[in-house]
């Protein structure tokens, strides 16, 4: 094991917080590895920063100092925060807020030679210390806290700074973070909405989360208890599958695809079922996001119609019959209409690559 063959006889510093790993979520050396290793191109000459993590048991450190040569960094900078019970999923676990600055040149069987610094404040990404950490870096890659993510990727935005997070799926959502996403300032990363990221837990923890709902809280793997989040990839980098094109291959029908009663758009209710056909504006799934190519489709809003309330289709096709059933029976028209969970509306700019 890599923690092993470091002694950490003479950092002190560290030591201070490995009561604190048994409160810790974190996340996987292989989801780390199978994610950044679509972005090793942008590492080369570059600071990276992990401003959520104690470099004792991240990974995300781990990833890094194990390829630091390999990359070519030209720097690792780690901060944590000083434990005071902060939100689950995050990598902060230290009694005492410390940073370590890696240039290179170390033994990784030994690791006594990298000078291990203690914070003034509590390690607060927020905090004046972090910030200015932060304005010398080049990349951050790191598991913040759901919490407060909103807060940490306006920080990302407002110094400029390149990224490679986990969040909640949920955050797609945010009025703060859908407007950069549409905007081809945010994307998703490579790794599939649909998979679900697991995080290591101390088997005090395992325990605690056997008390749950069987894949809910927690996923059983080899016979390891894992705990189980709804996160997802989050990246200003640019990788290959964005510029993937999306193969199409049903075709139109108004029968088929309802258009909503409050925008001038159809209805799709999977991404597979994307008309190759159709150059309007297409109300898709949210799990559209990670196979987005902006080349191919145009982000053009979120989930609301020219009403301001959620996009909503009549079951009836006859428009007809909707407006009559409009003036006549309210109630009867409401429980003729479907509410899509929550839509992306998009539109084609490219034509397609048609199935075979």
Request: aromatic letters at 14%; one cysteine or more.
């Amino acid at each position: 094991m890599f923690w092993d063959v470091i002694d950490m006889a003479n950092n002190k510093a560290l030591h201070a917080a490995n009561r604190a790993k048994n409160d810790e979520f974190y996340t996987q050396l292989s989801d780390i590895e199978n994610e950044l290793r679509h972005y090793v191109e942008h590492f080369k000459g570059k600071i990276i920063y992990c401003n959520c993590d104690d470099p004792r048991i991240s990974n995300f450190f781990k990833y890094f100092y194990l390829n630091f040569e390999h990359f070519g960094l030209k720097s690792l900078i780690t901060t944590c925060y000083k434990n005071q019970d902060i939100d689950l999923f995050s990598q902060n676990a230290a009694e005492k807020a410390v940073w370590i600055e890696y240039k290179g040149g170390g033994n990784i069987n030994n690791f006594d030679n990298i000078e291990v610094k203690k914070l003034q404040g509590d390690g607060d990404f927020r905090s004046s210390e972090c910030v200015e950490l932060l304005k010398k870096a080049d990349i951050v890659i790191t598991n913040p806290p759901f919490s407060l993510f909103r807060e940490y990727v306006a920080q990302l935005v407002e110094y400029k700074k390149k990224f490679v997070i986990i969040g909640n799926k949920n955050a797609i959502t945010y009025k703060e973070i859908f407007p950069l996403i549409a905007g081809n300032k945010l994307w998703m990363g490579v790794m599939p909405m649909g998979f679900d990221i697991l995080f290591d837990v101390p088997q005090e923890k395992q325990a605690e989360l056997l008390e749950g709902k069987p894949g809910s809280k927690y996923k059983i793997v080899n016979g390891v208890v894992k705990a189980r989040s709804t996160g997802c990839w989050f990246t200003n980098l640019d990788h290959k599958k964005r510029h993937e094109e999306l193969v199409l291959y049903r075709n139109y029908s108004p029968e088929v695809y309802p258009t909503y009663d409050n925008y001038d758009a159809i209805n799709v209710d999977k991404v597979a079922d994307i008309p190759c056909d159709y150059y309007g504006v297409m109300g898709v799934p949210i799990t559209f996001l990670d196979k987005y190519n902006p080349e191919q489709f145009e982000i053009v809003a979120f989930r609301k119609g020219n009403d301001g309330k959620d996009l909503i289709y009549s079951l009836t096709r006859n428009e007809g019959e909707v407006r009559e059933e409009k003036r006549r029976e309210e109630k009867r028209r409401e429980e003729k209409r479907r509410q899509p969970y929550f839509r992306i509306l998009v539109q084609r700019i490219t034509k397609p690559i048609l199935g075979k």
